[in-house]
């Protein structure tokens, strides 16, 4: 039966730490899950088990954690990965198959080969675990009847989802919605996973689309860490799910901004000032129209308040565009009350400082020019 409610696989223990240079070490991982935990997210992919036996006892410590999410083992598909993920004590695996052309030429496989090891791997699997999901590497370039055949086997040799990725991320929503509307006509009972990367910039476009289209659950990262130009961004799909109204489970979104920057203490990968929700820059207002309005509602130029992802407050900044209200909203906060010609004075000396420095004013500065005109 379909779930009704669409759900989250979060996979920046395995794919997030795919990025180039990215390392996580036990605590950080422990940490990561954690906090992920805190937000809710249902299902943490946390290791690829035939890294070794300290990729092992990692994911080992992660299931000792007893939290409420499932553990996932990433695995090829060869029995020594499902037998590394039965020793690590993961609750479920996603055995990973080429479905491409473009990808079984370059591992020097068939079709026949995938639907072949699919009757071997899927029961061995099987007796190992209660939970076997099965994976379509480059589902968007493959040819859609080998892809249907694909996941029908899967699903008839007892597969509980199928995870559908966009591995180098050429996909549109429109695409996205065509290959879901058309998987879940075929399969209307299955349960799809859409795996979606960034490379085109539209894994998030195209994660809401899934969900939208038939698919049950997004697998992303914290902050869109990953390969290349990274993964769908979980706290931007949840957000996302959110504003959307698609039914989800109960989500914490005040964790999100916490867990966003430890995520990018751990990895050493900062973010970007303009990154949606997350970014210094997502809550904050320097033009004179949006300050004004900002000033009497958030919401007018704020999709919601960013209290609600644990921001503690929108930043007003002072810059080449401030306008009147939120210089004078400034310096009233300060017990300063400005005519309109002190006004005027420092407005102009802001945009002198922000047009011959260009940056951002910080509030020592804005007051720095106070002083200097009048005191």
């Not at 009497?296 to 930043?315: A, C, H, I, M, W």
């Not at 401030?322 to 002190?342: C, H, M, P, T, Y």
Request: with cysteine.
């Amino acid at each position: 039966m379909v779930k009704e409610r669409k759900y989250l696989v979060d996979t920046t223990l395995r794919d997030g730490e795919q990025a180039p240079g990215v390392v996580f070490f036990q605590p950080d991982k422990l940490e990561i899950a954690a906090k992920l935990d805190a937000l809710g997210i249902e299902e943490l992919e946390i290791g690829t088990p035939a890294m070794g036996d300290e990729e092992v006892a990692d994911m080992q410590a992660i299931v000792a954690m007893k939290r409420g999410f499932i553990s996932i083992a990433w695995c090829r598909a060869m029995k020594y990965d499902i037998d590394m993920a039965e020793k690590s004590g993961v609750d479920a695996v996603n055995i990973s198959f080429p479905v491409s052309h473009l990808h079984l030429m370059a591992m020097d496989k068939s079709p026949a080969w995938v639907l072949d090891s699919m009757d071997y791997l899927l029961p061995y699997a099987l007796n190992k675990f209660d939970r076997v999901y099965i994976g379509a590497q480059d589902a968007s370039r493959a040819e859609y009847p080998f892809l249907q055949s694909f996941v029908e086997k899967a699903f008839n040799l007892g597969a509980e989802r199928v995870r559908i990725a966009d591995t180098v991320g050429v996909m549109n929503p429109v695409m996205v919605s065509e290959l879901f509307g058309s998987l879940r006509e075929t399969f209307p009972s299955g349960d799809f996973e859409f795996h979606p990367h960034n490379d085109l910039g539209m894994a998030t476009a195209n994660a809401i689309t899934a969900l939208m289209s038939g698919a049950n659950s997004i697998s992303g990262t914290v902050n869109g860490l990953g390969e290349r130009a990274g993964n769908a961004a979980i706290e931007e799909v949840v957000m996302g799910m959110n504003q959307a109204l698609i039914p989800s489970g109960p989500y914490n979104f005040s964790v999100i901004s916490e867990l966003s920057q430890l995520v990018a203490e751990r990895s050493n990968i900062q973010l970007h000032p303009s990154k949606p929700i997350v970014g210094e820059n997502a809550f904050s207002h320097e033009t004179g129209i949006h300050t004004r309005c900002i000033l009497k509602n958030k919401l007018t130029y704020q999709p919601f308040d960013e209290s609600v992802v644990g921001k503690k407050q929108n930043r007003i900044v002072f810059g080449k565009h401030s306008g009147k209200a939120s210089v004078e909203s400034f310096f009233k906060d300060r017990g300063i009350i400005l005519n309109s010609i002190q006004l005027m004075m420092i407005m102009r000396g802001i945009r002198d400082i922000a047009m011959s420095t260009r940056t951002i004013l910080s509030d020592n500065h804005v007051m720095n020019v106070y002083h200097n005109l009048f005191t």
